[in-house]
């Protein structure tokens, strides 16, 4: 029987079963199209990173021996979509059967159910064969439950998979080291540079301009630093594990401003478009840290795999529980604009200037930048949740809406009510100050929250709490900051609001 499998952009999954056998009757395709190009406007790094490895993984799957088609982005004969692509393969080869893998965007998954029941032929889905989780684990494992905490998803990840455990007790005597993981980075040790594969992307670059592709941010053509081939992303797992694990869980909090990576590992783009899996990853990690018990502690390790064991399953498992629904979601009324700031780095805000241009030239900033650098300032500022989704979706080289939209809309914007997280993470300039150098090099003042000169955060961060307090006053975990709120004199908190509009009115002059 003649097959047509597909193979999704973030599905380059070389140790998926389909691609144990060699059939000659099966054919796999691989499509760069302007429907995925075009839905979200991309960072061009984003566009340039997932062409080149959908490209390496058509070569080496070809290599192998497998029938393949691969559609490029200026190819003539190219639909640029998907039904039209799926329609025109199975008429040119005669196809029998459509194959696919579970996507893990809802927008394709409703895609393919829809192409599948217009097909005149058998079509069949496959699992992807990459997470520990199936897509409704999640939602049966905190079934009745009216907070669903994290922590408890991860323990029994733990367990279930018997991950960092000695018998039925977690290695180390604790679950979780992160009271251990929250250093300030002040330069006592110094931090190895990323590992960076210097590809010249020039003619892809140029095949994106020709195509008219709408792109932002910045690329290197000479100096394109992500992984781009399995080789490559095996090259990386085994860097971190080398030079970064050893100091991850303590710096996995800090930002700097000479240091745009720290020690973190720079593996989501490898494992997002499952060039990696994660266990894979896991293993690794682990297997590192039992040879190198002397140098590396239980915490670094611990809190590596709480992101992935974790966090990633959990945001997973989060998305498939409240899609469609969570993409719409604002409880807090948010209807601010994006400053232009976002796309070109315009301010005078040191962390920001930092943790935007990072993104906008790296594709890349690591969790603490997005959330309470970036994430704060788009909360405090109460821009609507849907501009923030789509700048995050955008910009950053491992964005890809399953992940980027519960840590985006829920963790970090609590426009879901707090379905992911307790309480909305907000702060102050001080909270900033005290993970970062950002501040003693900022054109403000971090201890002043008043006047030409006073730190932006200050002043929003109050007028937020003020604005939203209705909405938090049943919150115990806000009872501290809205008992301070309370506290306030009338003419403090007019002050404060005053400077804060006026800051949310003229965010560009900033
Ligand atoms: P490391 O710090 O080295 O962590 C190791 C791995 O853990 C990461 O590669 C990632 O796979 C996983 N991980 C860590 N935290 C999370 C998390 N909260 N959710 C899911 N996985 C996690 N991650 C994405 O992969 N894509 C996104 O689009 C994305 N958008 C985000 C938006 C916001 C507002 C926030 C706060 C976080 C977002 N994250 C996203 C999570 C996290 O910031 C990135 O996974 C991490 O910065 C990637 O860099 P790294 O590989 O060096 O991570
Ligand atoms: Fe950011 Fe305020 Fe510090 Fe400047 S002073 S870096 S704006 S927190």
Known sequence: ???????????????????QHIDENTIYVLAEMRQETDYAKHNIQKVVGFFLSMRNFYTTIKKLGHQVTYFHINDTNNPQDLEKIIFLCIEKYKIEKFEYQLPDEYRLDEQLKSICSRLKIHCEVFDSEHFYTTRNELTDFFKGKKLLLMENFYRNMRKKHYVLMDDSAPLGNQWNFDADNRKKYKGEVPVPSEKNFHTDVSEVVSQIKKAGILTFGNVDLQNFSWPTSREQCLVVLEYFCKNLLKHFGDYEDAMHT???????????????????????????IIYHFHENETEISISQVEGFVRQILGWREYIRGIYWKEMPNYAKINVLNNTNKLPQFFWNGKTKMNCLSHAINQSLDDAYAHHIQRLMIIGNFTLLTQIHPDEVDAWYLGVYIDAIEWVEMPNTRGMSQYADGGIIATKPYVSSGSYINKMSNNCSKCYYNVKEKFGDKACPFNSLY???LDDKKEYFKGNQRMGMMLNLLHKMSPEELYKIKVKANEIINNMDSY
């Open 1 to 19: 029987m003649r097959k047509l499998r597909l193979i999704l952009g973030d599905q380059l999954n070389l140790q998926h079963s389909w691609f």
């Open 258 to 284: 000479d240091e745009k990576f720290l020690f973190h590992s720079r593996l989501s783009f490898a494992m997002n478009t499952k060039m990696l899996s994660p266990k894979e990853v896991i293993q690794c």
């Open 462 to 464: 109050w007028n937020f």
